[in-house]
Nanobody, 129 residues
Framework: VQLQASGGGLVQPGGSLTLSCAAS????????IGWFRQAPGKEREGVSC????????AYAQSVKGRFTISKDNAKNTVSLQMNSLKPEDTATYYC???????????????????????WGKGTLVTVSS
């Protein structure tokens, strides 16, 4: 059972990156998938999540309108498209999954990190000129 996050890198302010989270050893169906990030010297925070009920979606206010989360059931992956990146988006990004057969994140919000069952290794995103 493994989650693998990839796609991080160095990008200029205003630029874009797409992060990918690939699951192996289990199916992402019936899982809530979350993207979290941790900036140097700060606590880890939730960024976005996709629920296990019809792909409901939620975002942190700080990224709403700039980031887009999506899920590819055939590839068993979840992506995070990040546009209009700002220096304050610099962080190590993690994907995580929680087994939850029916959870509507639009109705109940993203699940906190303490509930996550699986974590991928982080991928570093640096936004700098």
């Amino acid at each position: 059972v493994q989650l693998q996050a990839s796609g991080g890198g160095l990008v200029q302010p205003g630029g874009s990156l797409t992060l990918s989270c690939a699951a192996s050893g289990f199916n992402l169906d019936y899982h809530v998938i979350g993207w979290f990030r941790q900036a140097p010297g700060k606590e880890r925070e939730g960024v976005s999540c996709i629920g296990s009920v019809d792909g409901t979606i939620a975002y942190a206010q700080s990224v709403k309108g700039r980031f887009t989360i999506s899920k590819d059931n055939a590839k068993n992956t979840v992506s995070l498209q990040m546009n209009s990146l700002k220096p304050e988006d610099t962080a190590t990004y993690y994907c995580a999954a929680e087994y939850y057969t029916k959870y509507d994140v639009e109705k109940y919000g993203c699940r906190s990190e303490v509930h996550m069952d699986y974590w991928g290794k982080g991928t570093l995103v640096t936004v700098s000129s």
